[in-house]
């Protein structure tokens, strides 16, 4: 059986740094930090007392003020990214095959607000389980590809893939699975999270993974910087339009990049601390090679996971040291989580984005707030370091993993 070609035809972004795709590029060019002081609860107890926020955003300027309050906010991001990756796309939607239009999402945690508080408002009570009803619809990690293609009519796949930090990606490489099978011909695909919440911070407060680093929170998130502390804690959502290329080409649609490939694996090692030698991430990038048809030496550019964590930065850059050899210091390596945070199981979506408009605009985002050398990070490897760097991106890679061993990466091509 031929696969079938598999093109990115529209995204839409909401983030920390920028509330639609063109501000987050916007934002990721200017090295723009969207770390700040937490603004949603108060944090005087906390050990960590910041995040990054969405900037500016007010939900009932895209959805009704009745319809928003029956969603949690993983479920109100992951609506406007994908309606402003739908309209991106120029899809006609009173003439696509709604039948062969799937919605394939990643959440790594869903509605923890939405839990959070009807436990606490149980707590605070006399015991009577005065539930809201929306509780469950408003919490399920589901509900945001429903809701999606309630809105749109899209009766395809409708699924989400939960797969911690990985959820997005994992959920890329099904929606390009789902075409290049011929089961779809376009798929909204992406992921969100909305975990900056008492429930969310404390957690990972507990965790020790999240930096303290509160008299300056916007340097806070420093990948591969020698005194990074831990990652910093970001929300929003990232959508994507993965598109069957002869279905696009029919329709006259912008294509931004050819979707070739994908790849999983797990480390099988540890609850939440990566496998020292980064033996799980060796093999997902091997892997996603494979499926891409492509060899070591043709990758240009590599968004990393790079959370600013002690152990997984290390990990990961062997890795690619490992997978990619002599040519690794040829590739432009990035972490743009140095600037909108770790939007859990959003972060494959809004880094792929980042990618393909790396390839659309011939530059790659900075890593920044480096200062320090990490003496255990080979000096050879070009991290983008506090600047953005002009490249003729053809071919780049997304990484992405999650607590519990999971490992995705996702790869895209200029189309020739």
């Known amino acids: 059986m031929e696969l079938k070609r598999v093109v990115v035809t529209g995204l839409g972004a909401l983030t920390p740094i920028g509330n639609t795709k063109d501000e987050y590029w916007e934002g990721l060019i200017s090295g723009k930090s969207g770390a700040a002081p937490i603004t949603y609860y108060d944090t005087e107890k906390f050990k960590t007392k910041f ?9 009932t300027d895209f959805i009704d003020r009745k ?17 402003e990756a739908i309209e991106d796309s120029k899809l006609d939607l009173d003439k696509v095959n709604k039948l062969r239009v799937g919605v394939i999402w990643g959440a790594g945690i869903g509605g923890l607000e939405t839990f959070q508080n009807e436990v606490l408002n149980f707590a605070a009570g006399d015991g009577t389980p005065r539930f809201n009803p929306f509780f469950i619809p408003k919490m399920i990690a589901d509900i945001a590809p429903g ?22 990606a994992n959920a890329m490489f099904d929606a390009l699975n789902s075409i290049r099978l011929g089961h779809t011909d376009v798929v909204v695909t992406g992921g969100s999270e909305a975990a900056v919440t008492i429930a969310g911070m404390g957690g990972f407060n507990a965790m020790h993974a999240l930096s303290t680093r509160n008299e300056s929170p916007e340097t806070a998130s420093r990948p591969f910087d020698a005194t990074r502390d831990g990652f910093v804690l970001g929300e929003g ?58 060899k070591p030496e043709d990758v240009d550019h590599i968004n990393t996971h790079g959370t600013s964590t002690p152990l997984g930065d290390v990990a990961e850059l062997k890795a690619i040291s490992e997978v990619f050899g002599s040519h690794a210091k040829n590739i432009n390596i990035n972490s743009t989580k140095s600037m909108t945070g770790h939007l859990l199981g959003a972060a494959g979506a809004i880094e ?32 983008t370091l506090n600047k953005a760097q002009k490249r003729d991106v053809k071919v780049a890679m997304s990484n992405t993993f999650g607590f519990g061993g999971h490992n995705a990466c996702v790869i895209f091509k200029k189309l020739d």
């Open 237 to 294: 959502a990232g959508a994507l339009i993965l598109e069957e290329y002869e279905h696009a080409k029919a329709r006259g649609a912008k294509i931004y990049a050819e979707c070739i490939g994908g790849g999983l694996s797990s480390d099988a090692y540890h609850m939440t601390a990566p496998h020292p030698e980064g033996i799980g991430v060796i093999a997902v990038m091997k892997n996603c090679l494979e499926n891409a048809g492509l």
């Open 51 to 59: 995040a990054c926020e969405l900037k500016n955003f007010n939900v």
């Open 352 to 383: 792929a984005i980042s990618v393909i408009l790396a390839m659309e605009h011939g530059m790659v985002p900075p890593t920044i707030n480096h200062t320090t050398v990490d003496e255990n990070i080979d000096p050879e490897l070009n991290l």
């Open 67 to 83: 319809e928003s309050r029956r969603m949690d906010k993983f479920a109100q991001y992951a609506m406007v990214a994908a309606d």
């Open 147 to 168: 809701n999606i293609s309630i809105k749109h009519g899209f009766m395809g796949p409708n699924y989400t893939t939960v797969s911690a930090c990985a959820s997005s």
